[in-house]
């Protein structure tokens, strides 16, 4: 379904949110990556050259890309056992090491994957 065949209004507003929400996303993960690489490259599933670009983009680059139509930034948790621990009343602290245990897995299969892919 394409949204700019809905309202025009209604589309113009879910371009708007979308937009907002890319450029927190972009000016987040780019803190991220300056303040610590490694750890932003495992918290936001993206590998070295990726993290250098955003390290090195401007503010007017972030921006023009964050006015994309198309939501720059997906979810990662995208399998039962992860909605199911992130929904889990565990207390936080075991929560929080079940959900980096799970994605440190995913990391490791998507990275043996691309090394032979």
């Known amino acids: 379904m394409d949204i700019d065949s809905n309202d025009s209004g209604a ?5 708007k949110e979308i937009g907002d929400i890319n ?4 000016l987040l993960a780019q803190k991220l ?3 610590d690489k490694a750890a932003a490259m495992f918290r936001l599933g993206i590998g070295p050259e990726l993290a250098e670009l955003l ?5 007017s680059q972030i921006v023009k890309l964050a006015a994309s139509k198309l939501l720059l930034c997906s979810f990662r948790l995208d399998n039962k056992p992860m909605l199911t ?3 889990d009343d565990k207390s ?4 929080q090491a ?13 990275s043996s994957t691309a090394s032979f892919g």
Do not use: N
């Not at 450029?23 to 972009?26: C, G, Q, R, V």
């Not at 390290?55 to 503010?59: D, I, R, V």
């Not at 936080?92 to 929560?95: C, N």
């Open 11 to 15: 589309a113009a507003e879910v371009h």
């Open 23 to 26: 450029l927190a996303y972009m």
């Open 33 to 35: 990556v300056k303040q």
């Open 55 to 59: 390290a090195s983009m401007s503010l």
């Open 85 to 87: 621990v992130a929904a």
């Open 92 to 95: 936080s602290g075991l929560q």
């Open 98 to 110: 079940h959900m980096s245990i799970l994605m440190a897995a995913r990391h490791m299969r998507e």
